[in-house]
């Protein structure tokens, strides 16, 4: 995957909290940033392998829960890794768009 195809999404800057749900990882998160197609996870542990996928849940105020399949697209030891949002439906993207939106008039404030 190339930068530009990384970058398809604006991103807004984190910190966010959420949380990570799978078979070898149950734990919360702190997002470095959020897009509608992905975020950064900051992470000082080992990282998921590329590939390797998991739910990440997050938290809206307007939307409550909002889990999201995911997949780990490449690592920064001892930062973090990136994630691509995977198989999700248009309920669940409507509800990232509205998060994703309201974070972005927050950061203008």
């Known amino acids: 995957m190339t930068t530009r ?3 398809r ?15 070898q990882i149950q734990a919360p998160i702190a997002l470095r940033d959020l897009s509608e197609g992905g975020c950064f996870v900051n992470w ?4 998921p392998k590329a590939g390797e996928r998991f739910d990440l849940v ?16 490449y690592a920064h030891r001892g930062e973090g890794f990136g994630v691509l949002f995977t198989e999700v439906s248009d309920d669940t ?13 927050e950061t203008r404030l």
Do not use: N, Q, W
Not at 9 to 23: A, D, T
Not at 93 to 99: G, N, Q, W
């Open 5 to 7: 195809e990384r970058r």
């Open 44 to 47: 000082s542990g080992d990282p």
């Open 93 to 105: 993207y409507a509800k990232l768009e509205r998060l994703v939106a309201k974070l972005r008039r």
């Open 9 to 23: 999404y604006i991103r807004v800057p984190g910190p966010l909290g959420g949380r990570i749900e799978s078979k």
């Open 58 to 73: 997050l938290e809206s105020e307007s939307d409550g829960r909002i889990t999201v399949s995911a997949e780990a697209i």
